[in-house]
């Protein structure tokens, strides 16, 4: 994640310190198309990420709120997994990005934003994406290209 400039992630630091969980209130919510859900599975779904890192920056979220991933069983990790191959063949497919980075950050301490929920982060890379980041720097400006986004990957899950 080096060299990617996020400014907008200082209103998700500030706004994640209410007790309410944003991925267990999403998925209760079904309201899947407001929330920026590409698609749910029968143990985890896939969102748009909110305060996104790069273009088509999404995460596969467990279902189950559990913080660690040995507290899930083999048929939810297998689960997790389909959904993220999927997530990343329909990327490759629509934004035709160069490389990805697909992290797990388990624990506060090791950069997780969502620290109880298990989830992984794909973050789509292009050669140059360090320069383009800054532009998106209004929110206005990232809640409309997020959406663009959103229905640019949408049919390819329906
Ligand atoms: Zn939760």
């Given at each position: 994640m080096e060299n990617l400039f996020a400014p907008w992630r200082m209103e998700y630091i500030e706004k994640g310190k209410k007790d309410s969980c944003i991925f267990c209130d999403v998925l209760k919510e079904n309201n899947d198309e407001k929330n920026l859900i590409l698609t749910r599975s029968s143990h985890s779904f896939l969102i748009l990420n909110k305060y996104p890192y790069n273009n088509g920056h999404l995460m596969v979220v467990a279902n189950l709120h559990k913080k660690e991933i040995e507290e899930f069983n083999n048929e939810?990790?297998?689960?997790?997994?389909?959904?993220?191959?999927?997530?990343?063949?329909?990327?490759?497919?629509?934004?035709?990005?160069?490389?990805?980075?697909?992290?797990?950050?388990?624990?506060?301490?090791?950069?997780?934003?969502?620290?109880?929920?298990?989830?992984?982060?794909?973050?789509p890379r292009?050669?140059?994406?360090?320069?383009?980041?800054?532009?998106?720097?209004?929110?206005?400006?990232?809640?409309?290209?997020?959406?663009?986004?959103?229905?640019?990957?949408?049919p390819y899950f329906q």
């Open positions: 939810e990790i297998l689960d997790i997994f389909s959904l993220l191959s999927k997530a990343i063949r329909v990327l490759k497919k629509v934004l035709s990005p160069q490389g990805f980075n697909i992290g797990i950050n388990l624990g506060e301490v090791a950069g997780a934003g969502v620290k109880d929920h298990f989830h992984i982060h794909i973050v292009w050669q140059g994406d360090t320069n383009f980041m800054p532009l998106l720097s209004e929110t206005k400006v990232i809640s409309e290209h997020l959406r663009t986004t959103y229905n640019k990957l949408i």
